[in-house]
């Protein structure tokens, strides 16, 4: 039988130990939710007397709850599946564009490891740290046409690596050309 002022001893006693328990049956992340949602439920019953090992009950109480939670988390997993062709993910949605930033740095970050020690260190200060030409050949101690020579290899080597993994690019060329073939436009609009 457990008293009431012995609930949270015994939770405490035990967390560390719930914990470890858990992991295996969840997503760590979810752990600490669960655990305190264990205590929650204890705390909630009125009558704690037909609690013969309150230890058991936890432990009892926490795999029934993570069991709860991966249940949900199927039924989310499964329906989202089979309602695919509802959901269409816009570009504008700030959480998509903030995992594909974050998806496409990592992707420049092992593009820029796999470049030549020369290369990478030219590419960095150009492009990471704004280094002009000048601060760069005095940096590594090179002329300019090696310089220039590491930095447009570097940059070839990173496009090409990531467009391996399926990363595009906007030419900036492109872009610059529609916004003066609409600039030229609008002169010759207002020229007619």
């Known amino acids: 039988m457990v008293k009431s002022g012995d609930t949270l001893k015994v939770f405490m006693n035990i967390k560390a130990r719930l914990a470890r328990f858990l992991v295996g049956m969840v997503p760590p992340r979810d752990v600490e939710d669960i655990i305190q949602e264990t205590y929650v439920h204890l705390c909630k019953i009125e009558n704690k007397s037909y609690i013969k090992d309150s230890e058991s009950f936890m432990f009892r109480t926490a795999r029934n709850l993570a069991l709860d939670h991966l249940k949900r988390a199927e039924t989310r997993l499964t329906s989202g599946v089979d309602n695919m062709d509802d959901h269409v993910i816009e570009e504008h949605d700030p959480t998509y564009g903030q995992i594909a930033s974050d998806e496409e740095f990592g992707l420049f970050c092992a593009a820029i490891r796999e470049l030549p020690r020369q290369s990478q260190r ?26 220039e020579s590491h930095i447009v290899s570097a940059t070839k080597k990173c496009v090409q690596y990531m467009r391996n993994y399926g990363v595009e690019f906007r030419s900036k060329k492109a872009g610059s050309r529609h916004q003066q073939t609409a600039l030229s436009d609008a002169q010759l609009g207002a020229k007619k």
């Not at 030219?122 to 492009?127: D, G, P, Q, T």
């Not at 005095?138 to 300019?144: F, I, P, S, V």
């Open 122 to 147: 030219a590419f960095i200060l150009k492009k990471v740290y704004g280094y002009s030409l000048k601060e760069i050949m005095l940096e590594m101690d090179l002329g300019q046409p090696t310089v």
